[in-house]
């Protein structure tokens, strides 16, 4: 756990056994035997990503959305539309329905069926109960 964002099976064996009390060392990863040989050629290594992080990318994404709505009232459409991509690019389910409702009525953009079908689509598959109510209309 050297704060590179990878833990190997090696480093989190050491990890536990100086952090979990009663944690005996034969139950690490980097004991015991794996038998298949594509698998048993070196250390077990995985990816996490600190929580500080995940916060900050969400943080980005609502931040972004709020650049996004604050423009849009401006009726500064094109630049709400940059904003809002900025995060529905990132999973921001409302930001994807906006863009959706944007390409629907021709804000900043013009018109676009599919457009308006493809990103009503990605926000109603996360939940957006906009997107959903937009596409039972639409279709």
Excluded at 96 to 106: D, R, V
Excluded at 117 to 123: P, Q, S, T, V
């Amino acid at each position: 756990m050297n704060g590179d964002e990878y833990v190997t099976g090696t480093e989190l064996g050491m990890y536990l056994t100086e952090k979990v009390l009663g944690y005996a060392t034969y139950q690490t990863p980097q004991y015991g035997k794996i038998r298949d040989p594509d698998l048993d050629e070196g250390d077990f290594v995985f990816q996490i990503t600190p929580p500080v992080q995940q916060r900050a990318a969400v943080e980005d994404t609502q931040s972004f959305y709020a650049k996004g709505e604050q423009l849009y009232k401006e009726k500064k459409y094109q630049e709400a539309l940059g904003w809002y991509r900025k995060a529905a690019d990132a999973g921001n389910a409302p930001a994807q329905a906006c863009i959706g409702y944007m390409y629907e009525n021709g804000y900043g953009v013009r018109k676009n069926y599919k457009k308006t079908l493809l990103w009503y689509k990605k926000a109603a598959a996360q939940g957006n109960t906009y997107a959903i109510e937009a596409l039972e209309r639409l279709q």
